[in-house]
């Protein structure tokens, strides 16, 4: 819906700026990414999502959902 994209571009602006700030620490870092990715696939930006998913996975395939998001997104963005 139109409330719900207009309210994941807010927060992608949000989340990139909190990215931008010093001292989270690592688990803070990939919170605010995961959260980005999120944020992105609400709003559509179904490539940004997966990128964002994909650098979790490798970094640790068992961080919340992830591997899940990057089965299912996969396929949208590589193709079958």
């Known amino acids: 819906s139109f409330m ?6 807010a927060a992608i602006r ?3 700026r909190a990215l931008s700030v010093p001292g989270r620490g690592f688990e803070g870092d ?3 990414r995961y959260r980005l990715g999120v944020a992105c ?6 490539v940004r999502a997966f990128a964002y998913f994909l ?6 395939a068992r961080f919340e959902d992830v591997a899940e998001r990057v ?3 996969r396929p949208l963005v590589v193709g079958t």
């Open 30 to 32: 990939r919170r605010v």
């Open 71 to 73: 089965h299912r997104l």
């Open 4 to 9: 719900r994209r207009s309210l994941s571009v």
């Open 41 to 46: 696939e609400d709003s559509g930006e179904m």
């Open 55 to 60: 650098d979790l996975y490798a970094e640790d």
């Open 14 to 16: 949000w989340y990139e």
